[in-house]
């Protein structure tokens, strides 16, 4: 059984960082990586791991995406928080691709864990 559990969401001070965790199982996937849906807006891909293709996208911004293989658990840190990262945060992957990017990934994501919710305010 796939599954992706999504942890470490929650109210958090502008200025202030939290890491999100994603345990996987149940699957051999070409991609896994974080997307994020805010408030009346469409979802959009922050970052993905392909170690298939051998690439990490890990640095974006404030954005870190890091993979503990032993733990089956993909990692997202997010340093400096600002009100408008509110949103509910998504681990999801897909099991099939060949020299795809991470833009490409995310739009052909398979799996989906429930979300965990970022809520940024003073």
Partial sequence: QVQLVESGGGLVQPGGSLRLSCAASGLD???IGWLRQA????REGISCISE???FIDSVKGRFTISKDNAANTVYLQINNLKPEDTAIYYCAATTYGSGWSCGEAFSRMEYWGKGTLVFVSS
Avoid: L, T
């Fill in 29 to 31: 996937y070409y991609a």
């Fill in 39 to 42: 408030p009346g807006r469409e």
């Fill in 52 to 54: 298939k293709d051998g």
